[in-house]
């Protein structure tokens, strides 16, 4: 597509319930990266896919998060039994590898609010 | 471990004013920094990055920036601000290492006053 595509756009969920977040990046871009707006904080990285190179996890904040890839397009961000803290905007972004940092290109996020 | 710093958590300028956003960084080599803008709703566009060479960056939309490499800083710019750009604006320090990841400040909302 012409942008990265993230849905839905809100998601209100009960605590302790899981969630699926999608994002679809731009064709032929091989790097996808998660990141996490909490309300007065920056964006905190979460983590980084690399065509077909085991992830980087490192800024996951626990082990109810966990995000997958399908056939290098499509991914799919899961936090299950939701928590309040996990409430923030969730945005993806995705770049061609040879572009690294100058080619990223951000979705326009999933809201997530858990009451 | 990189950090990026942005002091002001809330700007008011009136349209018309300049402007100057401050952001100060860490990082153990040669920085790959970045602006980026937030409108509401809506995804972060880039701005203007600095990775090598000029030390005062054009951008879009009539923004600058310039890299004092001596003060870690990397303040952006705008000589006459315009009521389209209230917006929450974001610097950000990139590492090549492990992944071309990047590291956000807090961020600094911009209210532009008519």
């Known amino acids: 597509g012409a942008g990265v595509s993230q849905s839905p756009s809100n998601k209100v969920t009960e605590k302790g319930k899981d969630v699926e977040l999608r994002c679809d990046p731009i064709?032929?871009?091989?790097?996808l990266y998660w990141y996490r707006q909490s309300l007065g904080q920056g964006l905190e990285f979460l983590i980084y896919?690399?065509?077909?190179?085991?992830?980087?996890k490192s800024g996951l904040p626990s082990d109810r998060f966990s995000a997958e890839r399908t056939g290098g397009s499509v991914s799919t961000l899961t936090i299950q039994r939701t928590q309040q803290e996990d409430s923030a905007v969730y945005l993806c972004?995705?770049?061609?590898?040879?572009?690294?940092?100058?080619?990223?290109?951000f979705g326009s996020g999933t809201r997530l609010t858990v009451v | 471990a990189q950090s990026v710093t942005q002091p002001d958590i809330h700007i008011t300028v009136s349209e018309g004013a300049s402007l100057e956003l401050r952001c100060n960084y860490s990082y153990g080599a040669t920085p790959y920094l970045f602006w980026y803008v937030q409108s509401p709703g809506q995804g972060l566009q880039l701005l203007l990055k600095y990775f090598s060479g000029d030390t005062l960056v054009q951008g879009i939309k009539g923004f600058e920036a310039e890299f004092k490499r001596s003060q870690s800083s990397f303040n952006l710019r705008k000589p006459s601000v315009h009521w389209s750009d209230a917006a929450e604006y974001f610097c950000?320090?990139?590492?090549?290492?492990?992944?071309?990841?990047?590291?956000f400040g807090t961020g600094t909302q911009l209210k532009v006053e008519l």
């Open positions: 950000a320090v990139g590492s090549t290492g492990g992944g071309n990841k990047l590291t």
């Open positions: 972004a995705s770049s061609f590898t040879g572009q690294g940092l100058a080619g990223y290109t």
């Open positions: 064709s032929g871009h091989t790097a």
């Open positions: 896919f690399q065509g077909n190179s085991a992830p980087d």
